[in-house]
Every structure is written in structure tokens, then in C-alpha cells.
């Protein structure tokens, strides 16, 4: 049982590349969600889902995409990189309830030169 | 709006101290509250949910819900709880919420 897995660890992009962050979970979690973590500023929504088929935007969506096609798979895309999405992203996922913990994964570190 | 606050961004304080970090929240309704850790260079985790009632590694938060707070308390700090905490009410599909929204967090640190 993996839990919640990202790839990659770290990545370098130039302003105005795209790219793909990918995060999978093993635990049948129907909830799936994409943050972001910046100093100071604590950890941002960006989109979330419910279940396959079903996405939603979060607090700061400009400038990334989500889809779910599957239960275990939550790919966030960077459409066209900026300086401002440098940031920790974090994928997590939980079950459909008031009470359900949020289990995390390890963290994306993006920088965008 | 929801919203929750998380006054202090950064507490310090001396191994064997005592340590209150501090979570208001502003929510229509009843949340669940939760208190999520990050230690250094590792991922979120769960410390502690109201529901449960527990103490985790010596902490425990008592909800006010007539002060809507759910402050974390321990009585005697470690280095080891030198972290990032966040606290993270949630109404989770309760009225048709479908987002969780974090507090900004506060980092602990715990000199020896």
C-alpha cells in the first residue's frame, strides 16, 4: 500500500512550458485534491474532485488544469509555466465525509525560471 | 465566508515549556476540526481530529464553539515537535461544501 505518490520530486521549467504533475493513490479515495504551499501563505486549494468524471475549482485555479478519468489518478497540468507558480504542490486524498482524514503525498518542488 | 486564522506564523519556545498554537475559525454550521503536521522535508499528516478525542504525542486541542477556536496545546515541548501546523476545519459534503480549506499555519520551533 503506496498511499498518495507524486511525480516528479523537483522540476525545472522556463516561463511558458507546460508540464504534467502526476499523483496516484491506492486507498479507493473517491476525494482527490491539488495544493499549493508558499511561505506565508499556508496551503491554497487549486482544484479538487470527487470522483471520476467530477472536477471542481479551488481558492487559486488560474493557470492549472485538472482531470480525472480514473478513481486513483489526479494529474495537475501547468498550461503555460510563470515565475508565480514556483511553489510546493500536494496532492491528497481522502474519503467522502466530514470526519475523513486528508492523507498527503510527498510534494512536487516546482521552480520556474 | 468560511474562513480560519492561524494569528501566530511563527512561535518559539524552550524544550519543557509549555506551547498553545492558536486556530479560530469563522463557518457557518458545525466542522469537523482537524490539526495536521509537516515536519521538516516530509509530507502532511494527520496529528489530531476533534471526533476522535485523543492526545497525540502529548497534544490535545479543546473546540470552543462558543469562541469557535480549537487551539493545540501541549504541556511539556520537545525539540522533535519542531514543525509546521496547520489547522484545518472542515465541512466536507456537510451542506454542500466539497472544499477543504487549510489555515496558513504555524511554524513551531523548539530550542533546546
Known amino acids: 500500500n503506496a498511499g498518495v505518490t507524486q511525480t516528479p520530486k523537483f522540476q525545472v521549467l522556463k516561463t511558458g512550458q507546460s508540464m504534467t504533475l502526476q499523483c496516484a493513490q491506492d486507498?479507493?479515495?473517491?476525494?482527490m485534491s491539488w495544493y499549493r504551499q508558499d511561505p506565508g501563505m499556508g496551503l491554497r486549494l487549486i482544484h479538487y474532485s470527487v470522483g471520476a468524471g467530477i472536477t471542481d475549482q479551488g481558492e487559486v485555479p488560474n493557470g492549472y488544469n485538472v482531470s480525472r478519468s480514473t478513481t486513483e489518478d489526479f494529474p495537475l497540468r501547468l498550461l503555460s509555466a510563470a515565475p508565480s507558480q514556483t511553489s510546493v504542490y500536494f496532492c491528497?486524498?481522502?474519503?467522502?465525509?466530514?470526519?475523513?482524514?486528508?492523507?498527503f503525498g510527498p510534494g512536487t518542488r516546482l521552480l520556474v525560471l | 465566508a468560511q474562513r480560519v486564522t492561524q494569528p501566530e506564523k511563527l512561535l518559539s519556545v524552550f524544550k519543557g515549556a509549555p506551547v498553545e498554537l492558536k486556530c479560530n475559525y469563522s463557518y457557518s454550521g458545525s466542522p469537523e476540526l482537524f490539526w495536521y503536521v509537516q515536519y521538516s522535508r516530509q509530507r502532511l499528516q494527520l496529528l489530531l481530529r476533534h471526533i476522535s478525542r485523543e492526545s497525540i504525542k502529548g497534544f490535545t486541542a479543546d473546540l470552543n464553539k462558543g469562541e469557535t477556536s480549537f487551539h493545540l496545546k501541549k504541556p511539556f515541548a520537545q525539540e522533535e515537535d519542531s514543525a509546521m501546523y496547520y489547522c484545518?476545519?472542515?465541512?466536507?459534503?456537510?451542506?454542500?461544501?466539497?472544499?477543504?480549506?487549510f489555515g496558513k499555519g504555524t511554524k513551531l520551533t523548539v530550542n533546546p
Open positions: 484545518a476545519p472542515s465541512t466536507l459534503f456537510w451542506g454542500g461544501s466539497e472544499k477543504l480549506v
Open positions: 486507498m479507493n479515495h473517491e476525494y
Open positions: 491528497a486524498s481522502g474519503g467522502l465525509a466530514i470526519t475523513a482524514t486528508q492523507y
